[in-house]
């Protein structure tokens, strides 16, 4: 089972600034990466897959890299509504596996 | 608008059963993999279990393999998931997830159902 190594656990950001979370493979999973934001009663959303490519209606300021086994989402200027705990997730392997979550909470 | 409503969650004993139901609309149920995946309280998500478009190809996670089953009815645009042997290490929101038909991740999710094993 591969398993994902998310950075770090707990984020503190005030609104505006930059916000890098770190995403790591055990093993080389080429670009089959995803990224969810995750709030507390709603459904997990999509926001990245592929490791780079925005889903549909997400903002511009959420981005991905990465690929093989280091992977980066980045929101450039953080707004009230992305604070939020962010997965990350392989899907090169069955079981797909995710990360243990970074958690953006406000600084 | 895609849709996808759990149902059948709650509380049950150690050892029981119970059957989960996710009810899809919005899209061509019948052509998408299915996915259920869970978070249990206080954790990360985890994939469960999945059924591909043609009800025939099936996948477990090593710790349901032999406890549950993943079934679908594309007739009635419905996907299930029948748990027995329950485990205190069960309890968890249990979300319905589309696979993208582009590639390998999950595009659409439900709002989930909370099942609890507990005495």
């Known amino acids: 089972e591969i398993v994902m190594t998310q950075s770090p656990a707990t984020l503190s950001v005030s609104p505006g600034e930059r916000a890098t979370l770190s995403c790591r493979a055990s093993?080389?999973?080429?670009?089959?990466l995803a990224w969810y934001q995750r709030k507390p009663g709603q459904a997990p959303r999509l926001l990245i897959y592929?490791?780079?490519s925005r889903a549909t209606g997400i903002p511009a300021r959420f981005s991905g890299s990465g690929s093989g086994t280091e992977f980066t989402l980045t929101i450039s200027s953080l707004q009230s509504e992305d604070f939020a705990v962010y997965y990350c997730?392989?899907?090169?392997?069955?079981?797909?596996?995710f990360g243990q979550g970074t958690n953006v909470e406000v600084k | 608008e895609v849709q996808l409503v759990e149902s059948g969650g709650g509380l049950v004993q150690p050892g029981g059963s119970l059957r989960l139901s996710c009810a899809a609309s919005?899209?061509?149920?019948?052509?998408?993999?299915m996915h259920w995946v869970r978070q249990a309280p206080g954790k990360g998500l985890e994939c469960v279990s999945a059924?591909?478009?043609?009800?025939?190809?099936?996948y477990y996670t090593n710790s349901v393999r032999g406890r549950f089953t993943i079934s679908r009815d594309n007739s009635r645009n419905t996907l299930d998931l029948q748990m027995g042997s329950l485990r205190p290490e069960d309890t968890a929101v249990y979300f319905c997830?589309?696979?993208?038909?582009?590639?390998?991740?999950?595009?659409?999710w439900g709002r989930g159902t909370l099942v609890t094993v507990s005495s």
């Open positions: 997830a589309r696979k993208s038909l582009l590639a390998n991740f999950l595009d659409s």
């Open positions: 592929g490791a780079s």
């Open positions: 997730q392989q899907c090169d392997d069955w079981p797909w596996t």
């Open positions: 059924i591909g478009a043609n009800e025939v190809s099936t």
């Open positions: 093993q080389s999973i080429s670009t089959k």
């Open positions: 919005g899209f061509t149920f019948s052509s998408y993999t």
